[in-house]
């Protein structure tokens, strides 16, 4: 079936400590990206990358960074410099990126708690 | 930036309910789409729709563009319908999808 895998789904860590959260798409899109949500929030964009090899920032960058060596991984890490990383972090891709961006689909998200 | 303001933050219906929910935006827009996030958190696409009627079911959506507002219409609603529902949107600028705070849909049986 074609989609976005993000994986680990939960994911508990200590405070300090770097994560990397994968997200991989079968869809053969240009264009993925990383939103975070916190509770009862909307969703917020941390990066987003229209190719590989490239990636922009997006509004709440800080303390994340992300790499797109391959068109269907767009893994994120998130650092120990994040003040506040437990949130929830939802992984989408489309055939194209911005301006002419076509439909957006997520993965199903994952879970982060810092301990 | 574009706004998306989104109303009412919360609706409580009884099963069997119809409702409307209002997407307003700030600037015109390439791309506008309805998600419903279920109880997992999962985004689940309704609607693709920058201009113009849908209708998927029990589900329909319309967009103004010129009038710059989105609207969901949700009839016979079922406790299944539960949830939050997101509008998000692409501005003409090169901005990824914007999204509002949403609106959070409770049925009761």
């Known amino acids: 079936d074609g989609g976005i895998t993000q994986s680990p789904k939960y994911l508990f860590r200590k405070e300090g400590q770097n994560v990397t959260l994968s997200c991989e798409q079968n869809l053969n899109h240009d264009a993925m990206y990383w939103y975070r949500q916190d509770p009862g929030q909307g969703l917020r964009l941390i990066y987003y990358s229209q190719i590989v090899n490239d990636f922009q920032k997006g509004d709440i960058a800080e303390g994340y960074s992300v790499s797109r060596e391959k068109k269907e991984s767009f893994p994120l890490t998130v650092t120990s410099a994040q003040k506040n990383p437990t949130a929830f972090y939802l992984c989408a891709s489309s055939y194209r990126g911005p301006p002419t961006t076509g439909e957006l689909f997520f993965g199903e998200g994952s879970r982060l708690t810092v301990l | 930036g574009i706004q998306v303001e989104q109303s009412p933050p919360d609706l409580i219906l009884q099963e069997g309910a119809n409702s409307t929910l209002r997407c307003n935006f700030s600037d015109s827009v390439n791309n506008l789409q309805w998600f419903h996030q279920n109880p997992w958190g999962q985004l689940i696409n309704l609607f693709y729709?920058?201009?113009g009627t849908k209708q998927n079911g029990r589900l329909s959506a319309t967009t103004v563009a010129t009038e710059r507002y989105s609207l969901l219409y949700i009839s016979s609603s079922q406790t299944t319908d539960s949830g939050v529902y997101f509008c998000a949107v692409v501005d003409s600028g090169n901005t990824p999808l914007v999204f509002g705070k949403g609106t959070r849909l409770s049925v009761i049986a």
């Open positions: 729709i920058p201009s």
